[in-house]
Structure formats: structure tokens, C-alpha cells
């Protein structure tokens, strides 16, 4: 089981937990596609063994980091001791006489999801777009502004009078 956190400047550093090797490669591969930068097929067997690598790095040193374009990758392996909670266990815990919640004792195991990889891709992509005149929040480019004000969607625009035919 290893704690996995991405680090990059431009976010708050991420935790997720990985139990086997197939989840860490998946936080692996959706930095690189967060970043608008998929993993090739005929990469794909260089970046399972660089994972791997990093692996091994954690599981003898204590820790391992890898950088992916421009995101690093930690991994250390996790102290299992630190998620054992019966309420994290599902139904089967409840219908065995255990919490149906947890108690709080333990830490959260969070996953990279689907819903992370959204999340992840969203937060690298707004700096990107503040710097050349955009807006983050709202994912405009610079010009998509509005046409009247040149403001973005986190502004009302009930006074502006836009344009009506398109040049």
C-alpha cells in the first residue's frame, strides 16, 4: 500500500492511496493525461517500468519521486495500521456487526478516480489560462470574453450590449 501525492506549483498537493501496483500506474498515467499529454502505446512499457522503479524506490528507501512533464509523482509506502478502520470495510463489515461509519480514528482512504482526473486536469489548466489573458474559474480563453466588455462569465453582464450580427 503506498501514499501517493502530486505536487505541482500551480496546486494544492494531492494524496491518494494505492493498494496495488495497477493503481498507482493509473495516478501515473492520469497526470500525464491531465496535462494534455496521454501516454503513448509504444511508451506505455518504458513508463510501466520507470512505475515500477518508482516502486521499488519506495519499498527500499522509504520514498520515490517522479516527475511526469512537469508534475512529480511522490510515493511512500503507507502505514497500513494508519487507514485500518471497519468502517472503511463496506456493507460486509456492517452486516458482520461493525460501524456502518467511520469512527473518525483512521485517515480517509481517498482513491484516484475518475472524478480526480477532472479535478487534477481543471487545476493545471487554469493558471494556463490566466497567463494568457483568460479565465481559470471559468475555462474562457481570451477571446471568448465577452464582446461588449471583454469581461469573463464571473462577471454580470446585464449592461452590455452586445453585438448583434457577427463580423
Given at each position: 500500500?503506498?501514499?501517493?501525492?502530486?505536487?505541482?506549483?500551480?496546486?494544492?498537493?494531492?494524496?491518494?492511496?494505492?493498494?496495488?501496483?495497477?493503481?498507482?500506474?493509473?495516478?501515473?498515467?492520469?497526470?500525464?493525461?491531465?496535462?494534455?499529454?496521454?501516454?503513448?502505446?509504444?511508451?506505455?512499457?518504458?513508463?510501466?517500468?520507470?512505475?515500477?522503479?518508482?516502486?521499488?524506490?519506495?519499498?527500499?528507501?522509504?520514498?520515490?519521486?517522479?516527475?511526469?512533464?512537469?508534475?512529480?509523482?511522490?510515493?511512500?509506502?503507507?502505514?497500513?495500521?494508519?487507514?485500518?478502520?471497519?468502517?472503511?470495510?463496506?456493507?460486509?463489515?456492517v452486516l458482520l456487526g461493525g460501524p456502518d461509519r467511520c469512527d473518525?480514528?483512521?485517515?480517509?482512504?481517498?482513491?484516484?478516480?475518475?472524478?480526480?482526473?477532472?479535478?487534477?486536469?481543471?487545476?493545471?489548466?487554469?493558471?494556463?489560462?490566466?497567463?494568457?489573458?483568460g479565465c481559470g474559474p471559468c475555462g474562457l480563453e481570451a477571446g471568448q470574453m465577452?464582446?461588449?466588455?471583454?469581461?469573463?462569465?464571473?462577471?454580470?453582464?446585464?449592461?452590455?450590449?452586445?453585438?448583434?450580427?457577427?463580423?
Amino acid at each position: 500500500m503506498y501514499e501517493v501525492t502530486i505536487e505541482h506549483p500551480a496546486i494544492e498537493e494531492q494524496s491518494y492511496l494505492c493498494t496495488t501496483p495497477g493503481e498507482l500506474r493509473d495516478v501515473v498515467w492520469g497526470v500525464a493525461r491531465a496535462q494534455g499529454e496521454p501516454i503513448a502505446v509504444k511508451d506505455c512499457g518504458e513508463m510501466i517500468h520507470e512505475v515500477g522503479a518508482l516502486r521499488s524506490r519506495a519499498d527500499l528507501d522509504g520514498g520515490g519521486t517522479l516527475t511526469v512533464i512537469e508534475v512529480t509523482v511522490r510515493v511512500e509506502p503507507a502505514d497500513e495500521s494508519a487507514y485500518a478502520c471497519e468502517g472503511h470495510e463496506g456493507e460486509d463489515a456492517v452486516l458482520l456487526g461493525g460501524p456502518d461509519r467511520c469512527d473518525g480514528s483512521c485517515r480517509p482512504r481517498r482513491k484516484f478516480n475518475r472524478e480526480a482526473l477532472v479535478d487534477l486536469s481543471l487545476a493545471l489548466d487554469d493558471p494556463d489560462l490566466d497567463k494568457t489573458g483568460g479565465c481559470g474559474p471559468c475555462g474562457l480563453e481570451a477571446g471568448q470574453m465577452c464582446a461588449d466588455c471583454g469581461r469573463c462569465n464571473c462577471s454580470r453582464h446585464d449592461s452590455c450590449r452586445r453585438p448583434t450580427t457577427l463580423n
